[in-house]
């Protein structure tokens, strides 16, 4: 069956800095990979989409990358703020019907 | 507002009894789906529908049933809930997931359901 993993539960990381979350996969072949981020008591909100045929997609501040050889994905965000703050989740897909998503990376930002 | 609700938000119940949550979406979103939060799990897919009268299982649909009458509603029914069925839920909504127009799915806010 399928896994997805997401790099060690918590990361804590200075102000500025740039944290980088891990999405990492096995037994599947996804067309789409999606991050989100979830705020404590609340629904997982989109941030960014990358398709199989993408390399990296940016906006703002975040950079994702996503190589299927690899079968991971790379989350960045540049010049993190304390409001970065939060649990980011990966969810892959293949057919766009049926979604899997990692357990997420609590990610704090220390000012 | 666009956006996807769900009701109730909390709900504490007993073994046995019947119950719904409900869902909708004001976004006209062809697609919408079920999912349950678990600590150490992540968010694993109980139900999905691509349309109305359309539904399909996810990946934990056990003890679970839905339906989509309308394009709007995707109700979430537990026939007789049992304690490992406490979880935190979420519903979500999507104008096209798949194909060359792929979207985000849009989630509400969650419901926390306790059984005992």
């Known amino acids: 069956s399928q896994k997805i993993e997401q790099n060690s539960e918590a990361l804590n990381i200075q102000e500025g800095k740039t944290a980088t979350l891990t999405c990492n996969y096995t037994?599947?072949?996804?067309?789409?990979l999606q991050w989100y981020r979830q705020d404590p008591g609340r629904g997982p909100v989109f941030l960014l989409l990358?398709?199989?045929?993408?390399k990296e997609k940016r906006k703002e501040r975040l950079k994702v990358t996503f190589d299927t050889t690899l079968k991971q994905s790379l989350f960045h965000i540049t010049a993190s703020q304390p409001a970065d703050s939060a649990t980011y989740l990966c969810?892959?897909?293949?057919?766009?019907?049926?979604?899997?998503f990692g357990t997420g990376t609590s990610l704090t930002v220390i000012p | 507002e666009a956006q996807v609700t769900q009701n109730p938000r909390y709900l504490i119940t007993v073994t046995g009894k019947k119950l719904t949550v409900t869902c909708s979406q004001n976004?006209?979103?062809?697609?919408m789906s079920w999912y349950r939060q678990d600590p150490g799990l992540g968010l694993r897919q109980i139900y999905y529908?691509?349309?109305?009268?359309?539904?399909d299982k996810g990946d934990v649909p056990e003890g679970y049933k839905v339906s989509r009458k309308e394009k709007r509603n995707f109700p979430l029914i537990l026939e007789s809930p049992s304690p490992n069925q406490t979880s935190l839920y979420f519903c979500?909504?999507?104008?096209?997931?798949?194909?060359?127009?792929?979207?985000?799915?849009?989630f509400g806010p969650g419901t926390r359901l306790t059984v005992t």
């Open positions: 979500a909504s999507s104008l096209y997931p798949g194909g060359a127009q792929v979207n985000e799915q849009y």
């Open positions: 037994n599947y072949s996804p067309a789409y």
């Open positions: 990358i398709r199989e045929n993408e």
């Open positions: 969810a892959l897909t293949n057919t766009g019907n049926q979604f899997y």
């Open positions: 976004m006209n979103h062809e697609y």
């Open positions: 529908s691509m349309n109305v009268e359309v539904t």
